[in-house]
């Protein structure tokens, strides 16, 4: 079985900052690409920022700028730096992994369970 655990949201004042984290454990071979969405109540589920296993990212354009995704391989996480927050970036924020089991087998992609952020005075 493959987790993934997102840590590092909360509430933060407008103009702030927080990191998410997301580590992934158990039965991983290899990591390709990792990458963070979010998910509003009632709203449909929609990218940030992704990014590959050889450090290539991709950005929404609400994120470019203001958002940065990067990973650690050795420790199987994903990171998402945010900075300058504004109200309309609350939301549940999700991590994905697509992850091999083993050397030759398919990759699948994994999600967690997320973590809340609330951006509010």
């Known amino acids: 079985q493959v987790q993934l655990v997102e840590s590092g949201g909360g509430l933060v004042q407008p103009g702030g900052s927080l990191r998410l984290s997301c580590a992934a454990s158990?039965?991983?071979?290899?990591?390709?690409?990792m990458g963070w969405y979010r998910q509003a109540p009632g709203k449909q589920r929609e990218l940030v920022a992704t990014?590959?296993?050889?450090?290539?990212?991709n950005y929404a354009d609400s994120a470019k700028g203001r958002f940065t995704i990067s990973r650690d391989n050795a420790k199987n996480t994903a990171y998402l730096q945010m900075n300058s927050l504004t109200p309309e970036h609350t939301s549940t924020y999700l991590c994905?992994?697509?992850?091999?089991?083993?050397?030759?087998?398919?990759?699948?992609?994994?999600w967690g369970q997320g973590t809340q952020v609330t951006v509010s005075s």
């Open positions: 990014i590959t296993s050889s450090g290539r990212t």
């Open positions: 994905t992994a697509e992850v091999r089991r083993i050397r030759w087998g398919p990759a699948h992609t994994h």
């Open positions: 158990g039965s991983i071979f290899s990591i390709n690409g």
